[in-house]
């Protein structure tokens, strides 16, 4: 289970290590969005360190109206084991933001009054 923590105006942040084609580990603080129902969306610059391998694209809605993104095969580390996703990469993502995806196979526990956010 991985503690979070909540921003300003209550989102919900985890802190998760990207792993680059090299196998650094690169700690990121990304924010959970019950909009997407992906697993990762980055954006399209954070893409050049990391190295991962394209797999192709596809168009979402996002808040914006429709966006076509590029979907990378990606590694990070969540909750102290290793996973293997796609990634969603688009140039109008501000944050690392995890999606729903994880929300089928992690549990999330959330209390604002008590200041209580883990996921896993």
């Known amino acids: 289970m991985i503690q979070g923590k909540f921003g300003e105006k209550g989102q919900l942040f985890f802190e998760i290590d990207l792993i680059t084609n090299d196998g650094l ?17 980055i954006n399209k610059q954070d893409l050049d360190s990391l ?4 797999i192709g694209k596809e168009t979402l809605r996002t808040a914006q109206g429709e966006t076509l993104f590029k979907i990378y095969l990606g ?3 969540l909750n102290e084991q290793e996973y293997e996703i796609p990634v969603y990469a688009g140039d109008e993502i501000t944050e690392f933001l995890l999606g729903l995806e994880w929300l ?16 896993g």
């Not at 580990?25 to 969306?41: E, H, I, S, Y």
């Not at 190295?51 to 394209?54: K, P």
């Not at 089928?104 to 996921?119: E, F, G, S």
């Open 25 to 41: 580990n690169l700690p990121v603080d990304a924010m959970l969005d019950t909009g997407f129902t992906g697993f990762l969306a």
């Open 51 to 54: 190295g991962w391998f394209y």
């Open 75 to 77: 590694k990070l580390i």
């Open 104 to 119: 089928k196979i992690l549990p999330l526990v959330v209390n604002y009054q008590v200041d209580i956010l883990t996921l």
